[in-house]
């Protein structure tokens, strides 16, 4: 097993910026893949990014590209999501996820989650 807690949400306002943190335990080396979903209220969980240590390899969502930046440190098992030019839109749950898969797949553990709100 893999546990996951992720830290760093809060309010802010729209055009700032705010760091999530998502640190992994246990067993962290079936954690070949961490990722970052959200999920806004009244709609469905959604992909952000996604980092695959070996490599590494990140994948943006659209919505997100050139805004957020999603990086690690193999060596803390911590993984990241820097969010500048923030939007109401992203306002937001966000999970941290991790995959035992590197190359597809369901994701096998999940945090608990983090409140992002951004007020325009």
Not at 45 to 71: H, L, M
């Amino acid at each position: 097993q893999v546990q996951l807690v992720e830290s760093g949400g809060g309010l802010v306002q729209a055009g700032g910026s705010l760091r999530l943190s998502c640190a992994a335990s246990g067993r962290t080396s079936s954690a070949n893949v961490m990722a970052w979903f959200r999920q806004a209220p009244g709609k469905e969980r959604e992909f952000v990014a996604s980092i695959r240590w070996s490599g590494p390899v990140t994948i943006y969502a659209d919505s997100v590209k050139g805004r957020f930046t999603i990086s690690g440190d193999n060596a803390k098992n911590t993984v990241y999501l820097q969010m500048n030019s923030l939007k109401p839109e992203d306002t937001a749950v966000y999970y941290c996820a991790a995959r035992r898969s590197t190359y597809a797949g369901k994701y096998d553990f999940w945090g608990q989650g983090t409140q992002v709100t951004v007020s325009s």
